[in-house]
């Protein structure tokens, strides 16, 4: 059985710093396109940052310059680093697995929290 399990979250004053983790087993990890999304309360969720099987990335507009995704094919893996995390950062993350060449095949985590307050 696919599992993606993340870990990292927590609270953190705004300009903190905070590494999410998301570790996958039962997936061959390199043939998946890995996500972060974020739903905050009330709100959609929103794709985050995305890295693509061989290491390219894309982030959206609010987080560039401020987030990191990576991913180690070999542990399975991917991180997203956050700094300069801003009260408008808080929502549940999730991590997302999309398999290369069929989108159909696509799991998530279960989440994790991220709270950005003083």
């Known amino acids: 059985q696919v599992q993606l399990v993340e870990s990292g979250g927590g609270l953190v004053q705004p300009g903190g710093s905070l590494r999410l983790s998301c570790v996958a087993s039962w997936i061959y990890f390199d043939l998946y396109d890995m996500a972060w999304y974020r739903q905050a309360p009330g709100k959609r969720r929103e794709l985050v940052a995305h890295i693509t099987w061989d290491g390219n990335t894309n982030y959206t507009d609010s987080v560039k310059g401020r987030f990191t995704i990576s991913r180690d094919n070999a542990k399975s893996a991917v991180w997203l680093q956050m700094d300069g995390l801003k009260p408008e950062d808080t929502a549940v993350y999730s991590c997302?697995?999309?398999?290369?060449?069929?989108?159909?095949?696509?799991?998530w985590g279960q989440g994790t929290q991220v709270t950005v307050s003083s």
């Open positions: 997302n697995a999309v398999h290369r060449s069929a989108a159909a095949l696509s799991y």
